[in-house]
């Protein structure tokens, strides 16, 4: 219970640090791109730049190195590059929240297992001579109970912030991947007017 809980803590901490807007989206940056290309593809120097900005600019350099291989490429063939690079940067968006959502869904189940094995030796230790002489102490006992339970009350303590934050990065890599593909649907339609 105690690495689950470390390591959902350090996977929402590196989820917090990379899904940052400026990391992956930024504002300007397709307008930048628009502006930078209005009179023809700009150089490969410019894209490389391009493409260490971020997620929507791996996905825009992809466009324009489309161009550079082929100035006659088809709608068709921009299109399929933009998409292949919007897969990659999806799996970058993605990354660590399968892991995150088992720990959500296996620490209560963490923490049942030790109620349960708890309370097996609880009243395994009870049990005396093996008959019903009654040789058990009930403070003990109950004692031992509360000590089990709280195995699962850790458990959910663990799980519970893991599944919000889950459903929060969840829903940021939604939008994320939403605003790039409008990104590039509009940067599509740029790309084509600068085909020779």
């Excluded at 929507?56 to 489309?66: I, K, M, N, Q, Y």
């Excluded at 890599?173 to 939403?178: E, P, Q, R």
Aim: aromatic share 6%.
């Amino acid at each position: 219970m105690i690495a689950c809980s470390i390591l959902g803590l350090a996977l929402v901490i590196e989820r917090f640090l990379s899904l940052k807007t400026a990391k992956v989206v930024p504002v300007p940056l397709l307008d930048e791109a628009i502006m930078v290309s209005r009179s023809g593809v700009p150089s490969a120097e410019v894209v490389s730049q391009l493409e260490q900005n971020s997620l929507l600019g791996e996905v825009l350099a992809s466009g324009f190195r489309a161009l550079l291989n082929n100035p006659r490429a088809t709608e068709d063939e921009l299109r399929s590059g933009l998409e292949g690079a919007g897969r990659l940067a999806a799996a970058k968006l993605q990354r660590y929240l399968g892991a995150l959502a088992t720990i959500a869904s296996a620490a209560p189940l963490l923490g049942l297992l030790g109620t349960v094995i708890g309370m097996i030796e609880i009243f395994g230790s009870q049990g005396g001579d093996g008959g019903m002489t009654g040789g058990g102490n009930p403070a003990q006992l109950a004692h031992g109970i509360s000590i089990a339970l709280y195995n699962t009350a850790f458990g959910l303590i663990v799980a519970i912030p893991a599944l919000i934050f889950w459903r929060y990065f969840r829903a940021r890599v939604d939008g994320y991947l939403l605003s790039m593909e409008v990104a590039s649907e509009r940067f599509v339609r740029h790309l084509l007017t600068l085909r020779k």
